[in-house]
């Protein structure tokens, strides 16, 4: 299924420090008072200077900037991913043949053989249960996509099969890698976490309180940290999507807020839970029922006092190529999206995997 990825626009409040300013035409002590550079306009006697231009231009120039970083960040991380899926392409290739000429038939026989020879039309209760479980994003009546998550279901399973004869073949004649995956260093400290400070591979998240994917993956991370429960630490940082998400700015403060009075992820998971419910005095209420100083809490949400704070988070995830909620980086490793728990759990376990070779004494 295709995951929505929402491209970052920064609100007008993200972007105070670089506001538009457009001077007044008919402003005589205004003009006389404006920055004596060059200038590069005049209006009836009225001029506009090249400071003046770049003051008004700034915040759509800031924008552009974040827009340029990003895409320097993808395009990066585009094409190695090009050379990592065409490694890995010759590789099964390879597997494939060797032992299609072991067995003495064609690599196409081979997959007939141990891939498609056993696979079963899916059953009425799975395609039920499929359904049920994406109906909100479906949006369309059973009896109309029935034929297309069947055919859906038949490919993922066929897919899986494909992968665990590939898996066993490179057991089977030891394939290794040299290359290393690509890594983005990301800053974790300081931020709100869960699990322990000194686990070796750390999730850094980018998500949105108003996103519904970022609901769906904070419910698969919570089962990471149940299932890797000594090796995995989750670090939340703030992408409110604000454009799309009129509630979002407000409920990353709130999360700051209850931060302050070491809540925040009490907070968090309320939000999440109720996140039809997240207006201010929804964020409000919900202080008051996690016992917060509801005083405290409500100067601190009213006054704005954590915004340079999603700010910063906002710029440092757009530098990073974060375009959309929620973003995952596993020791640096991108994943964009509400990647399934599998997904996520086979990357934890590679990055363990590595580690322990690395530990693993030279010969």
């Known amino acids: ?35 004596k550079t060059k200038i590069i306009s005049s ?10 231009l770049g003051l008004a231009a ?16 993808n395009y990066e991380r585009s094409r190695y991913q090009v050379y990592e899926k065409t490694l890995q392409r010759i590789v099964e290739e390879k597997l494939l043949n060797a032992e299609a000429a072991k067995r003495g038939i064609s690599s196409v026989q081979l997959l007939a053989d141990e891939v498609e020879k056993d696979l079963k039309d899916p059953s009425d209760q799975e395609v039920n249960a499929f359904y049920e479980a994406n109906k909100a994003r479906i949006n369309l009546p059973k009896e109309q996509v029935a034929p297309q998550i069947r055919q859906y279901l038949k490919q993922q399973s066929s897919a899986k099969a494909r992968g665990d004869l590939i898996e066993k073949l490179k057991k089977a004649n030891g394939v290794s890698y040299s290359i290393e995956p690509l890594r983005t260093n990301m800053e974790s400290a300081g931020f709100p976490a869960r699990g322990p400070a000194a686990a070796p591979v750390t999730i850094v998240e980018f998500s949105d309180f108003q996103c519904t994917y970022c609901k769906g993956v904070t419910a698969t991370l919570m089962k990471v940290l149940q299932d890797f429960s000594a090796d995995v630490r989750v670090v939340f940082r703030q992408f409110p999507l604000s454009e799309i998400h009129p509630a979002a700015q407000k409920a990353a403060e709130a999360s700051l807020c209850a931060g302050d009075q070491g809540k925040f992820w009490e907070m968090h998971d309320l939000m999440f839970r109720e996140q039809a419910n997240i207006g201010v005095a929804d964020l409000k209420a919900k202080a008051a ?33 974060v375009t959309g909620t929620p ?25 363990l995997q590595r580690r322990s070779a690395a530990d693993r004494p030279k010969q």
Do not use: W
Not at 43 to 52: A, D, L, W
Not at 62 to 69: A, G, V, Y
Not at 294 to 314: G, N, P, Q, V, Y
């Open 1 to 35: 299924m295709r995951y929505a990825i929402k491209r970052l626009r920064f609100t007008v409040a993200a972007l105070v420090a670089g506001a538009l300013l457009v001077l007044p035409l008919n402003s005589a002590a205004q003009e006389k008072a404006a920055p």
């Open 43 to 52: 209006i009836q006697g009225i001029s506009v200077t090249e400071e003046e």
């Open 58 to 73: 700034s915040a759509e120039l800031d924008k552009l900037e974040m827009q340029k970083l990003q895409f320097e960040a």
């Open 289 to 321: 029922r996690l016992s917060l100083n509801t005083a405290t809490f409500d100067a601190c949400l009213d006054s704005a006092r954590h915004a340079e704070k999603i700010l910063k988070d906002l710029q440092a995830g757009a530098r990073v190529g």
């Open 327 to 351: 973003a995952l980086f596993i020791n640096g490793r991108f994943l964009s999206g509400a990647r399934p728990y599998e997904e996520i759990a086979a990357l934890v376990k590679d990055e």
